[in-house]
Nanobody, 123 residues
């Protein structure tokens, strides 16, 4: 099992930026595709971004494309989500997740999840 711990969430004004980090342990991090999802209370978990195990394949949800950047540092066992031009619709709990093999935009295909970090954007 891959243990995941997110950090970097918080309260930010609209138009501002945040950088989320997710530290992984327990397995060989470089064997895992990594993803970021987000969830509002009462809503389904929503795909945000994913990155392949070597970082060569990256995919974003249309709602964050051009504003968010996913990256990973396999030497540090960490995946990042740089979030710029934040707006109120980005308010959610953000979850880091990983899966062996290819990346996916479907949460049910991911095996391991972090506890989440709250991002709140004030207008």
């Amino acid at each position: 099992q891959l243990q995941l711990v997110e950090s970097g969430g918080g309260l930010v004004q609209a138009g501002g930026s945040l950088r989320l980090s997710c530290a992984a342990s327990g397995r060989t991090f470089s064997n895992y595709a990594m993803g970021w999802f987000r969830q509002d209370p009462g809503k389904e978990r929503e795909f945000v971004a994913a990155i392949s195990w070597v970082g060569s394949v990256i995919f974003y949800a249309d709602s964050v494309k051009g504003r968010f950047t996913i990256s990973r540092d396999n030497a540090k066992n960490t995946v990042y989500l740089q979030m710029n031009s934040l707006n109120s619709e980005d308010t959610a709990v953000y979850y880091c997740t990983g899966k062996a093999g290819a990346w996916s935009r479907w949460p049910r295909q991911y095996d391991d999840w972090g506890q989440g970090t709250q991002v709140t954007v004030s207008s």
